[in-house]
């Protein structure tokens, strides 16, 4: 247990709605990640940062953005939420110590209508 | 660019009888491979990692995995299959050209184990 949680856990918007998830980490680790599961297309990268105030885009980046002003905390935001961005997120980091290994927080699933 | 690609979305076996889930990858340069597993309505975890020395590689609950650098696979193993290991599996490559730590992650198999 890497110490994430995800909040909410589960949330139901309208499009058009602005929404922000955050994870949060108790290890100060520096690598941070923002995936989306969707059936069929395994996981995949939304948003990612190797550092505070420091983020770069995943290969679905669009409609979404993140910040990062504390270690701890990475937040991302769905600027105008859209049918599309239904899904299960999650939230990772990347153990230190040169593990190369991935810590999954528990997910948040999230509904637009 | 760096992918992997899981052949079968699902994979059913008996429970007792071996288990093979397939992964095979593209990658320039030298491959960091990943298996993690998925529980129902759970998060993913961590099974076992290769990144260099020996081809087979040992990881959580019995599972192993073999490396085959001429056949650019990673095919995720277990001698004797539970019905506990029903899950869904991800095969992982890090893209590490990008000069990051990048995850690229398969579509994933779901393993099915019957009694």
């Known amino acids: 247990d890497a110490g994430i949680t995800q909040s909410p856990r589960h949330k139901v918007t309208e499009t058009g709605t602005p929404v922000t998830l955050r994870c949060h980490q108790t290890?100060?680790?520096?690598?941070m990640y923002w995936y989306r599961q969707d059936p069929g297309h395994g996981l995949r990268l939304i948003h990612y940062s190797y550092g505070v105030k420091d983020t770069d885009k995943g290969e679905v980046s669009d409609g979404y953005s993140v910040s990062r002003s504390k270690t701890e905390d990475f937040l991302l935001t769905l600027e105008s939420a859209t049918s599309s961005q239904t899904s299960v997120y999650f939230c990772?980091?990347?153990?230190?110590?040169?593990?190369?290994?991935?810590?999954f927080g528990p997910g948040t699933r999230l509904t637009v209508l | 660019a760096q992918s992997v690609a899981q052949p079968e979305d699902q994979v059913n076996v008996a429970e007792g009888n071996p288990l093979t889930v397939k992964c095979t990858y593209s990658v320039s340069g030298n491959p960091y491979l990943f298996w993690y597993v998925q529980y129902p309505n759970r998060g993913l975890q961590f099974l076992l990692k290769y990144i260099t020395g020996d081809n087979l590689v040992k990881g959580s609950y019995g599972f192993e995995a073999e490396f085959n650098k001429s056949q650019t696979s990673f095919h995720l193993k277990k001698p004797s299959a539970l019905v506990s290991d029903s899950a869904l599996y991800f095969c992982?490559?890090?893209?590490?050209?990008?000069?990051?730590?990048?995850?690229?992650f398969g579509t994933g198999t779901r393993l099915k184990v019957l009694a």
């Open positions: 992982v490559v890090r893209d590490h050209n990008s000069g990051t730590y990048k995850y690229i």
């Open positions: 990772a980091i990347r153990g230190g110590r040169g593990t190369d290994t991935q810590y």
């Open positions: 290890e100060n680790h520096r690598y």
